[in-house]
């Protein structure tokens, strides 16, 4: 039978008008994009995208290039697995950029070493106190701090001063970015310990964004905290009316999303070796656009951690692709633009879309 009644209503279920998951859409986009590209390349540059053209290596795929996708998009991407919850909850966050650029440089400064070539570390900020070649958990715990100082600020914010979260959040971005400047009076800060690089070394930026994507995929979809993010932003009066504490549930949202700030700054100065004050600059917009890409919307209360991962690995093949046609940095820049407003673009139409439904 093509359908089945229901209630005493006498309603019909009809299988053929099952939505299909958002984020099948999305992935059939990414598939879509690479074929683009892997026909631009056969075409015009004579040249495989996506597969090995050179005869002396055995493997299918383009190894190299598909490492690079991934680990150019996985510190943003982590990143944009705080924005995600966030967006989700109906708010927005600005700040993550800046965060990144004030966490790098504080977190760095701790993770400095006593000597450089045989020499006192010139650049050690906290040499004279020696605060030098100190285990590599200071400086982490010491960045995480950060983010979580931010993350309070801005939940606090939100929730108990009723601001909105693009204001309170603009406020941070500004701070977090003096901050970052003022810290060493604009000076990069360099010459870490070995296991503080180890973090971000090879493709460690990677497994760490992995393994944090399928944590908070599972922390979303199992836990207490996820049905009361999607709830929130669903409907916050009818949240509060059904007993569940809004106002923390906001604070501990953004507190989530410094963190993964923090957490990507530090592993952003650890794969660079050095931290300037500059790091991070449109993160933020970056990690806002591979979300709504994958399908969270900017209206609230809809959205999956999966959708995010598959627009990032969107973003970046994106980037990697106009690199392959040999297109100069700043067209890519002006490309980026126009994704994040398409973006955008896109959300409104699925708003209107599920309207009309």
């Known amino acids: 039978m093509s359908s089945t009644t229901h209630g005493l209503g006498g309603l019909k279920y009809d299988p053929s008008k099952k939505a299909r998951a958002p984020e ?14 892997e026909v631009i390349g056969r075409v015009f ?7 090995n053209t050179r005869e002396n290596v055995s493997s299918l795929f383009n190894e ?4 690079i996708i991934i680990l150019q998009v996985s510190i943003t991407g982590i990143i944009a697995l705080g924005v995600t919850q966030v967006i989700i909850s109906g708010g927005i966050d ?18 400095q070493v006593a000597m450089v070539n045989g020499n006192p570390n010139p650049k050690a900020i906290f040499g004279e106190l020696g605060w030098v070649d100190l285990p590599v958990i200071v400086p ?6 950060c983010g979580l100082v931010a993350g309070l600020v801005n939940g606090a914010l939100v929730a108990y001063t009723k601001i909105p979260p693009f204001i309170a959040t603009l406020g941070m971005m500004v701070t977090a970015r003096g901050i970052a400047k003022w810290w060493s009076k604009g000076n990069p800060i360099s010459f870490p310990t070995e296991s503080y690089a180890a973090i971000g070394k090879g493709m460690m930026p990677v497994v760490i964004f992995v393994g944090l994507a399928i944590l908070f995929h599972l922390i979303m979809t199992y836990t207490r905290y996820g049905k009361h993010c999607y709830a929130v932003g669903s409907n916050e009066a009818a949240t509060r009316m059904s007993g569940i504490n809004v106002d923390r549930t906001k604070v501990l949202i953004y507190v989530i999303a410094g963190l993964l700030s923090a957490l990507a700054a530090v592993v952003l100065s650890s794969k660079n070796l050095t931290a300037q004050a500059g790091m991070g600059v449109m993160y933020e917009l970056d990690a806002i656009a591979m979300a709504v890409i994958g399908g969270v919307s ?20 994106i980037i990697s692709g106009f690199t392959f046609l040999k297109l100069d940095a700043y067209y890519q820049e002006m490309v980026k633009g126009v994704i994040i407003v398409a973006a955008v673009v896109l959300d409104q139409w699925r708003q209107k879309g599920r309207a009309r439904g």
């Open 45 to 51: 540059m004579a040249d495989s995208f996506l597969f």
């Open 298 to 317: 900017l209206q609230g209360g809809r959205g999956s951690i999966l959708g995010t991962v598959l627009g990032a690995l969107i973003f970046g093949v």
């Open 64 to 67: 190299q290039r598909l490492q």
């Open 24 to 37: 099948w859409n999305v992935f059939f986009a990414l598939i879509g994009i690479i074929v683009i590209f």
């Open 94 to 111: 600005l700040s993550s950029g800046s965060v990144v650029g004030a966490t790098a440089m504080i977190a760095m400064s701790f993770a």
């Open 140 to 145: 982490v715990l010491v960045g995480l701090g």
